[in-house]
């Protein structure tokens, strides 16, 4: 509520919408971000890729001062009309980026910088399936091959690989599935512990409700929003057992595969105008 984001739930309906009221054709034919560069080297470095007198590397790229938007209400910073690019750039910060699922979600291709963190399901993603991986030492190339490539023979191919990722978001991380998640996840760390967990003395507990009271604003409208009104009426879904050794290599060799067979193209690409 800090920057004004919206509950999970109601912000993918707005995404949805505005997905729907704007083709992929019909966007601008470039790469878009929009973040704050100030918190890692690497989304610094990103911002030499920028439009300049000298190269047009088909990103273009804004600094987000949070401060300045809290004065100004918020009104440059609505994620549902941030997707009016045919590509949009996912690059960690300090570590993930909670940008990752919103930039997903756009129906515009993914250009995802090399990432060194993970949420709970970005590793289940394939590149050229969901996304187009970006080197992360040479990005400005790396970006502006993806956008060539998207917007010349293979335009139907961008698309889809923009559909897939949005359709993933949309169906998979439904707060329902999030919370089956976070159900199964905390059973398992439970079989973990070696001691039986007992309240301190004077602990008091806190429910849903309390923690609203005290808020205020957005803050207060937001937390009431998502606020869940009683149980589920259906079971949480079947865990699935792990992944046989041999499935999971072969998931992970797909996924490898993927990535070098775009970093050929790239080279390729960069080789042919070398000698033009």
């Given at each position: ?22 083709n992929?054709i ?8 929009k ?8 989304r ?7 439009l ?6 088909n ?7 949070w401060?300045?938007?809290s004065?100004?209400g918020?009104q ?8 009016a ?7 960690e910060?300090y ?8 930039i997903?979600a756009?129906d ?6 090399k ?10 993603l ?7 991986p970006?080197r ?5 190339k ?8 998207g ?14 990722a949005?359709?993933?978001?949309q169906?998979e991380l439904?707060m329902?599935?999030?919370?089956d998640?976070?159900f ?13 967990p ?9 429910c ?8 205020n604003?957005?803050h ?7 606020l869940?009104k009683?149980?589920?009426i ?6 699935p057992?792990p992944?046989e050794?041999?499935v ?9 595969n993927?990535i ?17």
């Open positions: 509520a800090e920057i004004n984001i919206k509950p999970w739930e109601s912000l993918l309906r707005e995404l949805k919408e505005g997905n729907n009221g704007r992929w019909d966007r601008e034919p470039y790469a878009y971000w973040g704050n560069p100030f918190v890692a080297e690497t610094r470095d990103l911002l030499t890729c920028n300049s007198d000298k190269h047009d590397w990103a273009r790229l804004y600094v987000q001062d401060i300045l938007e004065k100004r918020f440059q910073s609505n994620l549902a009309s941030q997707c690019h045919r590509y949009k750039i996912y690059i910060g570590a993930w980026s909670v940008s990752e699922k919103y997903l756009c515009s291709m993914t250009l995802l910088v990432p060194y963190f993970h949420d709970f399901f970005i590793r289940y394939q590149p050229l399936r969901h996304y187009w970006i992360d030492k040479d990005k400005c790396s970006i502006k091959f993806a956008v060539d490539w917007n010349t023979h293979k335009q139907k191919q961008a698309q889809e690989i923009g559909r897939a949005s359709n993933f978001i169906e439904k329902e599935y999030v919370y998640y976070m199964h996840l905390l059973n398992e760390y439970a079989k973990l512990l070696k001691f039986k007992v309240a301190p003395d004077g602990a008091v507990e806190v849903s409700e309390t923690m609203a009271c005290n808020a604003g957005s207060k409208k937001f937390m009431m929003e998502s869940v009683g149980p589920s259906t079971n949480p879904c079947t865990l057992p992944y050794p041999k999971l290599g072969a998931f992970y060799r797909r996924k490898l993927a070098l067979q775009v970093q050929k193209w790239e080279d390729r690409y960069w080789e042919s105008l070398k000698k033009q």
